[in-house]
């Protein structure tokens, strides 16, 4: 079993700024792909970003590429979102999750664990 636990979320304008934060406990978080998922009211979940085991290969979704940045610290068992430029587009409510892969890999349904989200609001 991974726990996963968000923080970060919260109002912000639009142009903005917010770091959403993942901390894992568990089993070995460096043998897990990170992955963010958002889900806005009355929409499917869908993809945000992912990250290899290592940290070394990012994926993004084509509508927060350039704004958004996926990061993880294997020492700290933590994966992090920095989300610059936000619109209203991206009021959802967030995920992390936890995916027992070799690849990042973009299908909710393929993630093993998940948080309990955190929720981001982008004003205007």
């Known amino acids: 079993q991974v726990q996963l636990v968000e923080s970060g979320g919260g109002l912000v304008q639009v142009g903005g700024s917010l770091r959403l934060s993942c901390a894992a406990s568990?089993?070995?978080?460096?043998?897990?792909?990170m992955g963010w998922f958002r889900q806005a009211p009355g929409k499917e979940r869908e993809f945000v970003a992912a990250i290899s085991r290592s940290g070394a290969s990012t994926f993004y979704a084509d509508s927060v590429k350039g704004r958004f940045t996926i990061s993880r610290d294997n020492a700290k068992d933590a994966v992090d979102l920095q989300m610059n430029s936000l619109i209203s587009e991206d009021t959802a409510d967030y995920y992390c999750?936890?995916?027992?892969?070799?690849?990042?890999?973009?299908?909710?349904?393929?993630?093993?664990?998940w948080g309990q989200g955190t929720q981001v609001t982008v004003s205007s």
């Open positions: 568990g089993r070995t978080f460096s043998n897990y792909v």
């Open positions: 999750a936890a995916d027992y892969s070799v690849v990042p890999r973009t299908t909710p349904a393929t993630y093993n664990y």
